[in-house]
């Protein structure tokens, strides 16, 4: 079986983006909820690992994945009120689901960038990481990713 | 932010035990030096000599797929039957091994390998016979000296039609301690 193999060794992966990540929850989730989230995030990566089509924006891929289980975190966390049931949702959809959706048609870098911002609601600083470049430059990105989604200027081969 | 030995430790562990990787390994050490053991989940895979992993991580991920990871608990029980072999205790092995990388004359030739029993040597020529290729001892030689799993796949029992010890991807000096170590050579 030679398959081709397009992904780094998931052992490279993750040793170079451990401690970026187990940096993000802390800053999030602070100690012992970091450490749970920090092993999850990993095995929701392995699990992704060998379905995924290109090794790009991989730090961008797994600070997603941290992203989505500190919004879980904070969503379990919450008190539950046991007097009023909750009341079930048109589109239940969570927002960040919805910002996926809709900047799936940008380039990559944009995309990130917007998802990471307004989906998570990450820090410039913790976009820089992701995408390996400047807190600046993220915010840069970020925006012109958003005027594109507001002028509808999104190219066919992006989509 | 960096993440301590034991966190590390219990993602490596979590991974091994839920079943989530193409192929796990570890460095293990050996009277004969560091020693890089590779699994999969159907079995033993690859011992390395050079027990480097940035040297091995592409190949075993382009055999075996990309989830390549270091884990204690993906080798456990071939690294407990090594530590037995290399002190005496133990005289055959039993592991599963996955030969998936190598061609279907390779995996007949090193299912024959196998037999040959602790303590022993044979020949190239005469292992060549037994897998229907008598003129074939190059070939069965070649084999040899691609042999992913060696120690539990004894080529070290493999030499020369007249008893020289001919090669080692290990090192000649590793073969003539292996065979110490099973009494087929004097010590």
Request: net charge negative.
């Amino acid at each position: 079986m030679e398959a081709t193999v397009t992904v780094p060794p998931f052992e490279s992966f993750y040793v170079e983006h451990r401690d970026v990540v187990l940096g993000f929850l802390r800053r999030r989730l602070g100690g012992q909820a970091a450490e749970d989230a920090f092993q999850e995030t990993f095995l929701r990566a392995l699990r992704a690992y060998d379905r995924l089509d290109h090794g790009e924006h991989l730090r961008a891929w797994v600070l997603t994945i941290a992203a989505r289980l500190v919004i879980d975190t904070s969503r379990r966390s919450k008190p539950v009120s046991h007097e009023l049931p909750e009341v079930p949702v048109e589109d239940g959809r969570p927002a960040y689901a919805q910002i996926e959706h809709l900047a799936g048609g940008l380039p990559p870098t944009e995309r990130a960038a917007v998802v990471l911002r307004y989906a998570y609601d990450l820090a410039y600083d913790d976009i820089a990481l992701a995408l390996d470049s400047t807190p600046e430059a993220a915010r840069q990105a970020a925006s012109s990713g958003v005027r594109r989604l507001r002028a509808g200027r999104i190219h066919d081969r992006y989509a | 932010m960096t993440v301590t030995p034991d966190l590390d430790l219990r993602f490596r562990e979590a991974a091994a035990a839920e079943g989530l990787l193409d192929v796990g390994f570890d460095v293990i050490e050996s009277p004969i030096g560091p020693l890089l053991v590779a699994a999969t989940n159907r079995g033993l895979a690859r011992i390395f000599f050079d027990a480097e992993p940035e040297l091995h991580l592409e190949r075993l991920a382009q055999a075996y797929g990309p989830r390549v990871l270091r884990s204690a608990g993906s080798v456990d029980s071939a690294h407990r039957q090594l530590d037995e072999y290399f002190s005496g205790s133990r005289s055959s092995f039993e592991l599963d091994v996955d030969l998936r990388g190598s061609a279907p004359f390779a995996q007949h030739v090193l299912d024959e390998l196998a037999r040959v029993p602790y303590g022993q040597t044979t020949t190239y020529g005469t292992l060549a016979a037994k897998v229907g290729s008598p003129r074939g001892a190059r070939a069965v030689g070649m084999v040899m000296n691609r042999n992913p799993i060696p120690i539990v796949l004894p080529c070290h029992r493999v030499v020369g039609a007249n008893g020289s010890l001919t090669g080692y991807a290990g090192g000649l000096d590793v073969k003539e301690k292996l065979l110490r170590l099973e009494g087929a050579l004097l010590a």
